[in-house]
């Protein structure tokens, strides 16, 4: 598998958002945890799928367990992130030298991240505050919440100011080499659904595009299955923050509780928009990952 960074063909150019979603994984048993996923990220060059779990009854100390797994969405090992935060979402920087990063959110104060860390996968370990550096690169922000573009080496921070969220993003290598005050972009976040009070669920970073997902799990009352859910996705500009495209899902809609968490972008066998979708009962959850492909543009005819 070839490392992203090399397939420039489709950065400038977004998946469109009303194309029919692919089912990729489906009612996957395999997470450490009997929790929902929250958010997760792909390590392509390694065949890797990564995925950020709350532990039961961790919430609100934001104890999170990392998964591993293969491209069959099958584990291959796990570690633990007590105190770091909700996981909505995360990031995987592979560098020049062929170490893997990861890249969540960290220092917890009543579930949600005040700044942002990086480490290495170890199998089994349990990682705590006091073992990374938490960067805090928006100061007085709090639920700080990271993403990576591996295709254009960038890295955005969700996070809130006065209780409002926004995006800020900044060249990767710059930002990890302590460089957070010359950033790319800074906009708030906007027309992630119709109704805004319904859940945030999570977002990805893909060259000038940044994509949302918002939805609620099914509700006999409010979200009935019948109705196939009220899941969104968006698409914003980086350069401007505005909202380009905003289109309802359908994926998995016969799944069970299908609560839509986290956004990825997946390179191989071509670009893709990847979104969790959680179901099961509480206690002995699943995850289903749909994905949405890039569809090139017409060409434009010269007669």
């Known amino acids: 598998m070839g490392d992203p960074r090399a397939d420039r063909t489709t950065v400038d150019e977004p998946v469109d ?8 994984l489906w009612k996957k048993d395999t997470l450490r945890e009997p929790t929902i996923l929250q958010s997760f990220a792909f390590d392509e060059v390694n065949g890797h799928l990564y995925v950020l779990q709350v532990t039961e009854g961790g919430g609100e100390a934001g104890d999170l367990c990392l998964t591993r797994l293969d491209q069959d969405g099958d584990r291959l090992g796990h570690m633990y992130l007590p105190g770091f935060g ?14 893997v990063w990861i890249w969540t959110e ?26 990374v550096h938490v960067r ?19 890295i955005a921070v969700r ?16 930002f990890v080499a302590g460089d957070d005050t010359t950033h790319l ?41 019948s109705g196939h859910g009220n899941t969104y996705v968006s698409r914003l500009d980086v350069r401007t923050g ?8 359908e994926a998995g809609y016969s799944l ?7 956004l990825a972008v997946r390179h191989a066998g071509g670009l893709r928009l990847c979104i969790g979708l959680a179901s099961g009962e509480r206690g002995a959850r699943r995850f289903s990952v749909y994905c949405k492909p890039f569809t090139p543009p017409a060409p434009v005819s010269r007669t």
């Open 159 to 174: 996070h809130r100011v006065d209780g409002v969220p926004r995006y800020r993003v900044w060249d990767l290598d710059a």
């Open 242 to 249: 505005a909202l380009v495209q905003r289109a309802r899902t």
């Open 256 to 262: 069970d509780h299908r609560e839509p968490e986290g």
């Open 86 to 99: 909700h996981g909505v979402s995360m990031g995987v920087q592979n560098a020049s030298d062929g170490t």
């Open 106 to 131: 960290a220092d917890a104060v009543h579930g949600y991240g005040q700044g942002v860390t990086r480490f290495r996968f170890v199998d089994g370990a349990t990682r705590t505050r006091a073992q």
């Open 17 to 24: 958002l009303t194309t029919p979603s692919e089912r990729w």
């Open 136 to 154: 805090r690169p928006v100061p007085g922000s709090t639920h700080n919440q990271p993403a990576v573009c591996m295709a254009t080496r960038r």
């Open 185 to 225: 972009a800074d906009f708030p976040q906007t027309g992630a659904h119709p109704d805004p009070a319904v859940p945030f669920q999570g977002y990805a970073l893909h060259g000038d595009h940044l994509y949302q997902l918002a939805g609620a799990a099914y509700d006999d009352i409010a979200n009935p299955p």
